[in-house]
């Protein structure tokens, strides 16, 4: 096959305390104060070689600071690597940060020109596509508004909708799809199902594991600027997943339950992201921490946080997904109480519960979720995440109890048999 993108043994170097070059006030009084410090360097990419065949759907998956979107940019030119050589053939759209290529002063319609331009469209191509562009991205009544005055939703809704108008040769997308409600969420999955469709080289950078398994034919695992493991998605989010909440299970001399429920009370609180801080969140049974939950007791859950503004469309609970990544459900706080989504500045505790009865015996990962709708996701999940092995209740199926279970759900539908 032709290669359509090629890294070999690229490094990047970056400094970790860039402002002192950038304010030479700043840096002119440090110096006098003698507390001028010398920009550090840390390596953000370590010696990589990454070959993507043309039509190849790439997920890159990682936690954060593993250098995921810093590889994004330095295959779509952004960033150039510190060693090492990038080859990329064909036309590249990047969407990586929101607003990246937009001047906030001017006109909508005047940034689909010149984010046009930056691709390497010409002027009178791009205004063929305004209509379009505006369209997808719901903009039409906005077009003469200032970018400054556009929510960072609209402006992810008009970024995207550029980037994959111009139908690109590769696409880079850089969690595009967690920003927006769910309708657009849809309008963009069914125009990223069109690019799958037509051949296209895609690299999408994602936390959803998901959408990674079910829309990606291999996936990257980054960690710390190298990769770690390559492959096809499944086997490949398995190994993070797994690696993510119970490091070293192999070496330990403990059973493996006993290392999981060690990797949640290890999590060291707090954990901020932006304007939000986790101080607590445990998971149990009558009070007690356990390394095998019985499915048929309930399951406690407590999450002690912190917002340092008022919020809006705040959402914050749990997600239960498969070993692979699959959403098995959520459990929001605001799901059954829509007043919770508005909250005020200020520390919290939300209690809730999994209740009994309802999850089949295997294992499972169990993740912190926060985020406001439409706007951000705090992106807890990375860090904040652990197996939870469950064992059937000693009430269910009790006349084969070695029988595996079919799927991740049980229900007692309280059957009634009668003889006619």
């Not at 904040?384 to 007692?412: C, W």
């Amino acid at each position: 096959m032709e290669e359509a993108i090629r890294l070999d043994q690229v490094c990047l170097w970056r400094r970790t305390q860039e402002e002192f070059s950038y304010n030479l006030k700043k840096t002119v009084l440090s110096v006098f104060e003698g507390q001028y410090q010398q920009p550090a360097k840390k390596l953000v990419l370590d010696k990589i070689d990454l070959v993507v065949e043309k039509g190849e759907k790439i997920g890159i998956i990682g936690s954060n600071g593993a250098g995921k979107s810093t590889l994004l940019k330095v295959i779509s030119g952004i960033l150039k690597p510190t060693t090492g050589t990038v080859r990329v053939r064909g036309q590249i759209a990047p969407l990586i940060e929101l607003g990246a290529g937009f001047d906030p002063e001017i006109s909508v319609v005047d940034n689909i020109l010149l984010y046009g331009v930056l691709l390497g469209l010409s002027r009178e191509e791009m205004k063929e596509r305004i209509e379009s562009i505006l369209d997808f991205a719901d903009l039409e009544d906005y077009r003469f508004v200032p970018v400054k005055g556009l929510s960072s939703g609209m402006v992810a809704r008009l970024g995207f909708a550029i980037a994959t108008d111009v139908k690109p040769d590769i696409l880079i997308l850089d969690e595009v799809l967690s920003v927006g409600d769910e309708s657009f969420k849809n309008k963009c999955q069914k125009r990223i199902d069109k690019f799958w469709e037509d051949h296209v080289t895609i690299l999408v950078v994602s936390h959803s594991m998901e959408f990674i398994a079910k829309s990606c034919d291999k996936a990257i695992w980054l960690n710390k600027g190298h990769i770690n493991l390559s492959g096809d998605a499944e086997t490949v989010i398995k190994s993070y997943l797994v690696s993510a909440v119970g490091d070293d299970l192999e070496s330990s001399s403990q059973t493996p339950e006993q290392s999981i429920i060690e990797r949640i009370q290890s999590i060291e609180f707090p954990i901020s992201s932006d304007e939000v801080t986790i101080h607590e969140f445990s998971l149990t049974q009558k009070g007690v921490n356990v390394s095998e939950y019985d499915g048929g007791k309930t399951i406690d859950i407590k999450i002690g946080f912190e917002i340092e503004e008022d919020l809006t469309l705040f959402r914050m609970g749990i997600f239960l997904r498969s070993i692979t990544g699959e959403c098995i459900f959520r459990h929001l706080i605001a799901d059954w109480k829509a007043d919770f989504e508005s909250l005020k500045k200020g520390r919290y505790i939300c209690m809730g519960q999994i209740p009994p009865n309802l999850i089949a015996a295997g294992s499972y990962i169990i993740e912190l979720h926060s985020s406001r709708y439409g706007i951000k996701d705090y992106s807890f999940g990375d860090l904040i995440r652990a197996l939870m092995v469950v064992k059937f209740p000693y009430t269910y199926n009790t006349a084969h109890t070695d029988e595996q279970a079919f799927g991740s759900i049980i229900i007692n539908s309280n059957w009634q048999l009668t003889a006619i």
